[in-house]
């Protein structure tokens, strides 16, 4: 739901020139968080280089790459997947990834008799330490409000059909658990090496709103 | 509360408009906000529960119509106003006015990198043994808090199966209101398609929710 503020009409556009604002419209969010900025800076509040590394690290440190390669390693070696069921905050740590949105994560497996899809209905929790920042279909209304009652529905706009009699698990994030799907390995796919293997986990095949590539997806 | 964030099953929000390639911030405030967010909780002010409630007590309306870091924006506003960081009059004209309180911590470049692979574990102690165990049948309570919580609307007073204890975590409904973290085990438990959503449901689907032990009744 990435829009423009759309209640703009009656408000006088001399305010918002000088950076003012009623108290409950956000009309120019560009200039208001600018102002923000400069506000608690000047009170010694914040340091913009620290929001230039954050804004780097999930930029480019901190992405769904993180999670493909949890994934691949599950679908490589036996014991990583039954670790990563069983403590999956620790199987995760020791790839190297940990961290905010991470601290306690859940790995939760498709079968061929059954789908899991995560959702957040109440905010936008997701899993940031294995998939990053979350994409703004994931924290708008629309998925948030018809994830766990019409998840097929869901689904089918994501271009995934389940066959039939494979049954669907929603995942509702209410707690401080952040979960990560790990979806069927695709067949076609022996002897890959872990870094093909991870070529073919899409975020949302991690989220449960998609399935992993098959090897002539990305051919 | 029953705020506009509690969006499980509501209706009416349209597709999930999914973009393709979709980049993490779609304007340069977009990464300010989220820079902001982050430095200011390390102020270590206010807990994650409290920001959560900050977000969702924005009026209706305006939650709605607002994209996320926006929500997020006005989330801060109220935070550094009710914490004495920054007055509304300077949150709203952007003028530095006076000094306000001081921070226990401010986020500096060179702290970016390990504040977020700390991040916040919130898992806790918990005194008293578990009263649930795995396979118990459990109801949720059906009531309406002033406060925060999260238990959504959409899982109150429903019957489920405790899947999973999970542990021991900080309990949101008090910490976001400053009364302690006090505790309590959480347990995913699960619920039939028919039992949340009743005639229509999809047969498939099962939903899962973590829920805080107080939020659960033995059946």
Known sequence: MVHDHNHSDDHDAHDEHHGHHHDNQYLDMQARVK???TLLTDKGLIDPAAIDAIVDTYETKVGPRNGAKVVARAWSDPAFA?????????????????????EHM?????TSESHNMVVCTLCSCYPWAVLGLPPVWYKAPAYRSR??????GVLEEFGVALPDGVKIRVWDSTAELRYLVVPLRPVGTEGFSEEQLADLVTRDAMIGTGLALAPEDIR | MNGPHDLGGQMGFGPIAAERNEPYFHAEWEKRALGITLSCGTFGAWTLDESRHARESIPPADYLAASYYEVWIRGIDTLLERHGFASREELSSGQHIAQGVRPKRVLKADMVESVLAKGGACDRPVQT??????????RTKNFHPLGHTRLPRYARAKRGVVEAVQGG??????NAHGNGENPQWVY???FTGDEIWGEGADPSLTISIDAWESYLERM
């Open chain 1, 147 to 152: 994830a766990v009652i019409d998840p097929r």
């Open chain 1, 35 to 37: 102002a923000l900025e």
């Open chain 1, 106 to 110: 859940r790995a939760v497996f498709n």
């Open chain 1, 82 to 102: 039954t670790w990563l069921k069983s403590d999956a905050t620790a199987a995760i740590a020791s790839l190297g990834f940990a961290g905010r949105q991470g």
């Open chain 2, 129 to 138: 043994a578990a009263r649930f165990a795995v396979g118990d049948q459990v």
């Open chain 2, 188 to 190: 995913t438990v699960v």
């Open chain 2, 169 to 174: 975590f900080v309990f949101p409904d008090d």
